[in-house]
């Protein structure tokens, strides 16, 4: 997995300025409801009827779903339909990483356009390579547009978004077509992100996507009970934070992060986990995360990323994708109102007993 170098500032005073803004508890009540009325030894019991249970079913539903919207970009290219060929399209989100909460997830779809269509960032001018991209996000528009069970909502010049219905449900799903702008089996990745450092921002923007099988993989590849602690903390974030603070991926890092700084347990209590993770959202302004997953990413080229970006707390790298900073949403008032939901669901009957994991390692970097 590579190595985790953090730092949390424990103990210390933040620098972060005062919020005045006045914070909103979403369902009020919430806390009446199960599980967090529940005792802590009834939580396993909880999350296997009531997120477990159904959830394998729906993910297999949804999954079937997006197959048949994927062979439908297949056969459009075979059949020169489509100008252009897309030879892979990667599952992305939730469904990918295996992290699906049943009613709660959106899928991403990465969708990789052969060359010499579409040429890597590195070989053509910004300005082509977007222009170029607007017309493949068109074309899939029209392609898609009138299939069965789709329903088109958006586009904007990095992808399309469309509904698609799973049972009664529809799931949102993000398409972003993007080319191999990502060398594959480089012993070291770290020319290319400092390449990426002197580009600007809407250019690292262009190579996102093509990072989507790093990302992927990285969460996927951890143990099945960290997984079901992350499905839990979606789960808490659907009951607790408004629509634009669920997003997956920085809850789902910020959740392995806690679990390998308490030295990678491999019991894992769930309410403990929980607590763990809701006590690193009171603190978010103190918050340094970041690993050396990539090849050739360590400790120093992390630093050199945060100093030249200008990032401001709190810092969460993409292990991926390192100039990244997943926690950018993260800003003053939206701090104040994930520090507040999870201070009101640390007073619960399920969590005020419990104890936290305890932190192992120093700030430098720690071979896990």
């Known amino acids: 997995m590579g190595r985790i170098l953090s730092r949390i500032f424990n ?7 005062e919020c005045s803004s006045v914070v909103v508890h979403i369902n009020p009540g919430e806390e009446n409801y199960e599980p967090w009325c529940l005792p802590q030894h009834e939580l396993g019991n909880w999350f ?25 970009i297949y056969c459009r290219c075979s059949e020169n339909i489509l100008a252009f060929h897309v030879y892979k399209v990667v599952k992305g989100g939730s469904l990918g990483k295996g992290t699906m909460v049943k009613d709660l997830s959106d899928v991403d779809l990465v969708a990789f356009v052969s060359q010499p269509y579409l040429e890597p960032i590195s070989k053509i001018e910004k300005e082509e390579y977007k222009e170029t991209l607007s017309g493949i996000i068109a074309d899939l528009t029209s ?20 509904k698609i219905q799973v049972g009664s449900r529809w799931i949102d799903v993000d398409l972003l077509p993007t080319t191999d702008n990502v060398p594959k089996f480089q012993r070291s990745y770290r020319k290319l992100f400092l390449t990426m450092l002197d580009c600007g921002n809407g250019t690292r923007q262009l190579y996102s996507a093509s990072f989507v099988q790093y990302r992927k993989q990285f969460v996927k590849e951890q143990p099945g009970y960290v997984k079901e602690l992350i499905r839990l903390v979606k789960y808490w974030a659907s009951r607790f934070l408004p629509k634009y603070l669920q997003k997956s991926y920085p809850l789902e890092l910020i959740t392995i992060y806690r679990w390998e700084k308490a030295g990678k347990p491999s019991y894992l209590d769930k309410a403990q986990g929980l607590r763990s993770v809701l006590k690193v959202l009171t603190k978010l302004d103190r918050l340094r995360v970041y690993w050396s997953y990539m090849s050739g990413v360590d400790y120093q080229l992390n630093e050199i990323i945060i100093r030249k970006l200008d990032m401001k707390s709190p810092i969460v790298l993409d292990p991926a994708n390192p100039t990244n900073n997943v ?29 936290v994991w305890p932190y192992f390692g120093e700030y430098r970097a720690h071979r896990w």
């Open 143 to 162: 392609t898609l547009r009138g299939v069965q069970n789709v329903q088109i909502i958006r586009s904007d010049e990095y992808l399309l978004n469309f």
């Open 327 to 355: 926690c950018f949403m993260y800003k003053e008032d939206k701090i104040e109102v994930l520090a507040s939901a999870a201070k009101r669901t640390l007073k619960t009957d399920l969590l005020k007993s419990v104890t």
């Open 48 to 72: 296997s009827e009531n997120i477990q249970h159904g959830t394998n079913a729906f993910a297999k539903d949804c999954k079937s779903a997006i197959d048949s919207v994927v062979q439908h």
């Open 11 to 17: 103990g210390e005073t933040s620098n972060s300025p």
